[in-house]
């Protein structure tokens, strides 16, 4: 069965988020495909800035110590991200008022819930985005200043504007998260916003893809045990399952 461009091009960037780099014929042979279809591939996701061709291969164009891009992050995981923001509609409540994250998993969450008569203050401009269309969702966007390629929302006005209101719910995103370090992100700023949008909800629900399990990254959000739930896809390992059910509150997989 064949599979399409743009599956294509989530399985290399998948691929290559796994193994930082792989060369044209090692593409090539595990999607089942021409080496010169994968390098028309490469090239057009080049041409995008997210990923760098060299002799033979390609890598992401950020190393393993740094963010990747929203451009790589938005085709990998899609179908785990879509399972979590599935898992996260059936927790909310119409009425409800939401703190919603941004990142890939936000913009995912906010598809989701478009369709529910609550009201949502999203963290991130994409996720604003994602909602514009909504004719029952009530948009709360809060001031700040707009972080260039994420479009998050950051700064102290925001941080105010978080401690003059109290949300239902906060629907936390991470970039990394461990039993040991708990939910960590690249950006300070972006981290900052987090740890002050945890204190304005009266339940935090983290929304985590499972290839960030065991990662850490640069800012500390909060301890593994902070949000009341933890929503994760299936793709933990039995090892690391315990892991992170042991050392947290409650955990719901994806089916």
């Given amino acids: 069965m064949s599979i399409s461009k743009e599956q294509r091009h989530q399985a290399i960037l998948e691929i290559l988020q796994g193994s930082g780099s792989s060369s044209v014929t090692e593409l090539g042979a595990s999607l089942g495909v021409a080496e010169m279809t994968i390098r028309r591939d490469l090239e057009t996701l080049e041409g ?30 899609v179908a785990h991200k879509r399972a979590i923001a599935e898992a996260v509609a059936e927790t909310i409540d119409d009425g409800e008022t939401i703190l919603l994250d941004g990142g890939s998993t936000g913009i995912a969450i906010a598809e989701a819930l478009g369709d529910r008569a609550i009201t949502i203050c ?11 269309r909504s004719t029952s969702v009530t948009l709360m966007l809060p001031p700040g200043r707009i972080r260039a390629g994420e479009l998050s929302i950051s700064g102290p006005d925001t941080i105010d504007y978080l401690k003059r209101h109290h949300f239902d719910r906060y629907l936390l995103t991470a970039s990394a998260f461990s ?4 939910f ?50 299936g793709g933990l390992d039995e090892r690391s399952l315990d892991a992170l ?11």
Avoid: M
């Avoid at 929203?70 to 990998?76: A, K, L, S, Y």
């Avoid at 039993?179 to 708990?182: A, I, R």
């Avoid at 065991?214 to 500390?220: K, L, N």
């Fill in 122 to 132: 999203p963290l991130s401009l994409r996720v604003a985005w994602a909602l514009n």
């Fill in 48 to 77: 995008r800035g997210v990923l760098r061709r060299f002799h033979g291969g390609a890598k992401l164009s950020a190393g393993s110590s740094y963010e990747p891009p929203f451009g790589v992050r938005e085709h990998t995981n």
């Fill in 179 to 182: 039993p040991l370090q708990g």
């Fill in 184 to 233: 960590t992100e690249w950006n300070t700023d972006d981290a900052g916003i987090k740890r002050a949008a945890l204190e304005s909800a009266g339940e935090v629900i983290a929304c985590v893809d499972s290839s960030k399990f065991g990662r850490v990254g640069f800012v500390e959000i909060c301890r593994i045990d902070t949000p009341d739930l933890i929503i994760v896809d």
């Fill in 245 to 255: 059910t042991v050392s947290s509150r409650r955990v719901q997989l994806t089916g």
